[in-house]
């Protein structure tokens, strides 16, 4: 069984909170200490997180310490992941590797280069790669929109039961979801790409030309954002961007 805790942090997520998962001796994403958590201590084994972000990390040490439990990291971001969580990692992940008896890493980058999601009989621990209802933030220069919409895409054929999200409720219709954030993130994209071709050159003016509702509030996220589309336009050669101007190819 997948146990959830809701914990308040502080983040941009509209949530306010941080979702925290308990599963087979292992808790993943603490980003805070919590009373529920702390009675579960002598139950846990491991640490996992899906990613870094300060919002995902917070209690990491206090628990492994205090626990005496196994800090897991994903292979090759050690470094990182110390920076982030404040203690060295004791072992190392890679995609598909079985971390206990009913757990097993899946890769999923995108929201963030080392994002993984870990595989229960329950349905998927999915972090920061979807949510019930709005969007996920995937900005540059961290996030990576082509691997957002291939990892959304591997989460859809695999076809888990459920989806236990970084943020907001437990989603009980994957590919749906799935479905409805790739549908999101192309509209946007065709945005963006039409903004290029009607003149928009500057990363503000595109922007600008992109949304059609007030983003004052979030401004610096919707423009991480249409940089990671910008990027991926890039790579695609649809569009051409020196760092200032954007145009056309």
């Not at 205090?66 to 994903?74: F, R, S």
């Not at 990027?231 to 050669?237: D, P, Q």
Request: aromatic share 6%; glycine share 6%.
């Amino acid at each position: 069984m997948v146990e959830r805790f809701s914990l308040a942090v502080e983040t941009r997520a509209p949530t306010g909170a941080t979702n925290a998962y308990v599963h087979d001796g292992v808790v993943i994403d603490p980003a805070a200490r919590s009373a529920d958590l702390d009675e579960l201590l002598d139950d846990l084994e491991h640490i996992l997180v899906t990613h870094h972000h300060p919002d995902h990390v917070g209690a990491v040490a206090d628990y492994a310490v205090e626990a005496d439990l196994t800090v897991w990291a994903k292979y090759g971001r050690s470094a990182a992941f110390e920076a982030a969580a404040g203690i060295a990692p004791d072992r190392t992940f890679k995609p598909g590797d079985q971390i206990t008896e009913s757990l097993v890493a899946m890769d999923t980058p995108g929201h963030a280069a080392e994002h993984t999601a870990f595989v229960s009989p329950d349905g998927l621990i999915s972090g920061d790669l979807a949510v019930a209802a709005g969007s996920v933030v995937v900005g540059a220069p961290e996030g990576d929109m082509r691997a957002y919409l291939s990892s959304l895409r591997r989460v859809y054929a695999s076809n888990p039961d459920r989806l236990y999200p970084g943020h907001g409720p437990v989603i009980e219709e994957p590919q749906a979801t799935c479905q409805r954030l790739i549908e999101h993130r192309l509209d946007r994209e065709k945005s963006v790409e039409a903004a290029i071709d009607d003149g928009a050159e500057t990363l503000d003016a595109v922007v600008e030309a992109a949304y059609d509702k007030d983003i004052s509030a979030v401004y610096d996220l919707a423009r991480a954002t249409v940089l990671a589309h910008i990027e991926k336009l890039v790579v695609e050669g649809r569009v051409a961007f020196d760092g200032e101007r954007a145009r056309p190819a």
